[in-house]
Structure formats: C-alpha cells, structure tokens
C-alpha cells in the first residue's frame, strides 16, 4: 500500500505537483493519464523515493519514505529513459542489477529477454541498441524481481505492437502476484485496456475518473 497525504512539489517557483492526498492497494494496476508536464512523471519519482516532496508525507508499507526509509522496500521502477550502463550487452547490466539482492539468476533473466525479443547472448553493447530495444531492457529490469510495488512511466514508448502484447501480459501477471502497478501513458485508451482503476493527472492534480 501506498498512501499520499497532502503531496507538493515545487522547483523553482512553479508547482509541480499540488496537494495530492490518496491511496494506492496492493493487486491492482492504476492507470495514470496525463499530458507532457501534467506532473505525472514526478509523482512516480516522488513514489519511488527519487524526489523529496517540499510539503506532505508518502507512506510505502507502513513506513515513512524520506524519514523511516529512502526508498520502499520492494520496488521496481521505469521512470523517463532508462539508466543502463552503456559499454555493457544488455544481459551484462540485466545481471548486474540482479546480483544486489540475489533473488533471480541467469534463467530469469534470458527468458525475460526472450520473451522480449532480445537475445541474452549477444554481446552487442547497449550503446548500439535501439530506442525500443533499451525500452525493453528498462522494463525487464523494472519486473524481473518481481517487486511489491511496479512503477512504468510511459512504458510502450518505442514498442512495436507485439512487445506492448507482451508488456501488457507481464503487468497482468505481476498483478496476479500481489503487486500494485502505476502505469502513466498520455493515452487514455491505451491505459483503460489494461487498468483496474482509472486516473488522470492535470495540472499537478489527480483525479479518479470512471473507466
């Protein structure tokens, strides 16, 4: 569970996020529409522990982010472009990540690529992967250890249609763990088609509409 209380956030005079109080539950998939600079983006990073709010408190689990812990305690994260060490081959920054807790090894990985359509042996350099295939890659990385709490920020940027398929599965069946799942996309459509619970962003305010 995640519960927001009052939530701001202002950089350099401009109000970014405006006093947004509400409760996020474990297994469900939220769906967070927005246009560009709605503020959606920074609520997730404010969720994840990245971005301290200037006023209100973020409870993840019963602890207090920014004063019990920096981050929640199991979390999985794709928020703007993902941060992949680029001299490395896609599997190689996918094991590096896996090797902090230890709670997946290399049959997960590659299978998780596969299904990804990427191949766990190459030793193509991320450098050289294309905007799509680094989407891929950071949504993998976000999913793969399973985490309580799963937060994709615009996540079918790039993807052909048989890889948001495939996205769309994986979410489902993280739902189907337990997991609660943010997903933002400035498409209403495509967020109604996979979402539990609507919501829209405006202006630094949020929002629960009907689906």
Do not use: C, W
């Amino acid at each position: 569970m995640i519960e927001l209380k009052n939530v701001s956030l202002i950089i350099k005079h401009e109000k970014i996020i405006d006093n947004v109080s509400y409760r996020f539950i474990d297994n469900k998939i939220y769906g967070l529409q927005g246009r560009n600079g709605s503020g959606k983006s920074m609520l997730l990073s404010i969720i994840a522990g990245l971005t301290k709010p200037t006023a209100g408190s973020v409870q993840a689990d019963g602890a207090m982010l920014f004063k019990d812990r920096d981050f929640p305690e199991s979390i999985g994260a794709l928020i703007n472009t993902p941060g992949m060490i680029n001299s490395m081959s896609g599997y190689d920054n996918l094991k590096l990540l896996a090797e902090i807790k230890n709670e997946i090894g290399d049959e997960e990985i590659s299978a998780y690529m596969e299904r990804f359509s990427l191949d766990p042996r190459s030793r193509k350099h991320v450098r050289s992967y294309s905007l799509g295939m680094k989407q891929k890659l950071g949504i993998i990385a976000a999913v793969m250890e399973h985490p309580h709490i799963i937060l994709l920020d615009e996540p079918t940027n790039a993807l052909d249609s048989r890889s948001i398929d495939v996205l769309n599965e994986v979410i489902k069946e993280e739902k189907a763990h337990g997991a609660l799942v943010i997903v933002t996309s400035h498409d209403k459509e495509e967020l109604q088609g996979i979402s539990d619970i609507f919501l829209k962003m405006e202006d630094g305010k949020l929002h629960e509409e009907a689906k």
